[in-house]
């Protein structure tokens, strides 16, 4: 085929998809080839438009680092990630949410006994972080692995400061019982990195890349989903304008004042301390 035009350039492009070995790439390609195609259709680019969207993505690739994910921001900040974490987690009854990774997970995070301090001072006023992990039908799940992560009070991740020196970041695994408890710090509302190319589209957008505050958990025991989530903090601004669109009402907790004693979770508290507290519920894997 020849002549090609804005008409017929969609149909030539999936016929030469046609002998793709793999249906679901097959699949894929021809998805994109198809709604890509649409899209230009719609907007109708100018030629220098064209170029602009290049450069954007270009620039986009060039901002990635070991510690940076420019196409994670991006993904997160149209709305991307989120949708496809909602398709890949349908799960059933009252298992526990879940929401955006993010990109200041760490794959190798220090693993320390339950009651560690994983905060410095300087990252912030003292915050409890106990729960539990328990089945759909309220098994309690010993030795489940339980990562959390979280912004200092100044809204700056460990790996933003230095990434060979981790603070506010643990794993640990729960007890008998299947509860875990740590100390960390009270996060702040903060914003995504903001001064590449996903800033700038957001700027041009009149969008804010803030994010309320939060603390991060992926927890993960055999036989069942991997849960990856977050807690927000019920007094933080901009949990109606998440610049990532992560927050689900059932993952707003307010800060509880826990009294010198052991907590119900197994935690010694010797001084009045903030608390955030959540049972998870993690759904069988399938």
């Not at 100390?183 to 914003?191: F, K, N, Q």
């Not at 707003?252 to 508290?269: C, F, M, N, S, Y």
Request: charged content about 25%; hydrophobic content about 40%.
């Amino acid at each position: 085929m020849r002549n090609f035009d804005e008409h017929n350039i969609t149909e030539a492009v999936l016929d030469r998809l046609a002998s793709t070995r793999s249906q679901r790439l097959k699949h894929i390609s021809s998805a994109l080839v198809r709604h890509l195609h649409d899209f230009v259709r719609e907007i109708e680019p100018t030629q220098q438009e064209w170029e602009y969207a290049i450069d954007f993505l270009t620039r986009t690739g060039q901002m990635c680092s070991d510690t940076r994910q420019e196409f994670i921001l991006l993904s997160d900040a149209l709305g991307v990630s989120m949708l496809v974490d909602a398709i890949n987690h349908r799960f059933p009854g009252n298992a526990t949410e879940t929401t955006v990774l993010g990109p200041f997970f760490v794959k190798e995070a220090p693993e320390l006994p339950l009651g560690s301090v994983i905060s410095r001072p300087e990252d912030g006023p003292a915050l409890l972080i106990e729960g539990s992990v328990r089945s759909l039908d309220g098994l309690p799940l010993a030795s489940a692995s339980v990562d959390i992560w979280h912004a200092d009070a100044d809204g700056y991740y460990d790996v933003q400061r230095d990434a060979d020196e981790l603070s506010s970041r643990v794993r640990v695994r729960t007890d008998e019982n299947g509860n875990f408890w740590v100390r960390g710090a009270i996060p702040a509302a903060y914003p995504i990195p903001n001064d590449g190319p996903v800033g700038q589209m957001l700027e041009a957008q009149g969008r804010h890349p803030y994010r309320p505050a939060h603390v991060h958990f992926m927890i993960a025991a055999s036989g069942y989903e991997t849960l990856v989530t977050h807690l927000f903090l019920a007094n933080s601004d901009y949990l109606d304008s998440d610049v990532v669109f992560g927050v689900k009402d059932s993952l707003i907790e307010r800060l509880q004042d826990t009294q010198p004693g052991i907590t119900a979770h197994g935690a010694k508290v010797e001084h009045p301390t903030p608390t955030l507290r959540r049972d998870f519920v993690l759904a069988p894997a399938r």
